[in-house]
């Protein structure tokens, strides 16, 4: 008898612990949703004599249900944001974030990241990084 009501108390648990994750899952999809078109950019490998235009174009998509906002878009160690978009963004649109910094002509790794503020309560911040390093040439 006693396994009997033990069995029935985890059917009851295990059922109530699954309705709750489906409620969870639905909530997760309402709301604006930022996604970058790619979270990195990645130079690889460049060389002194031969430094890039350092003017970059961030693209993303609104991929929720509802007018994303960005409340704030910030960049660290000399990048610099020209302009991201001030009005909301509607559901599948896409926009772009300009920035542009400067690479010092010496050997160095490169590591930048942009942060971007949103209103979507659950996750308000996403990250885009540009990574490489720059070598002399042998």
């Not at 949703?33 to 609104?62: A, C, H, S």
Request: with cysteine.
């Amino acid at each position: 008898m006693k396994r009997v009501l033990l069995f029935f108390a985890a059917f009851l648990f295990l059922g109530t612990f699954a309705l709750h994750a489906d409620e969870h899952e639905k909530e997760e999809k309402k709301g604006p949703k930022f996604q970058f078109e790619n979270r990195t950019f990645d130079y690889g490998t460049l060389y002194l004599d031969d430094m890039p235009e350092t003017k970059m174009d961030i693209k993303f998509t609104n991929v929720g249900d509802e007018p994303l906002v960005l409340s704030n878009v910030r960049a660290c160690c000399g990048t610099r944001v020209t302009s991201w978009p001030r009005e909301p963004i509607m559901p599948g649109e896409e926009e772009v974030i300009k920035i542009e910094f400067r690479l010092a002509p010496r050997p160095q790794r490169i590591s930048r990241t942009v942060t971007v503020t949103y209103n979507n309560p659950q996750s308000p911040t996403e990250r885009f990084r540009i990574v490489g390093e720059v070598i002399e040439r042998e």
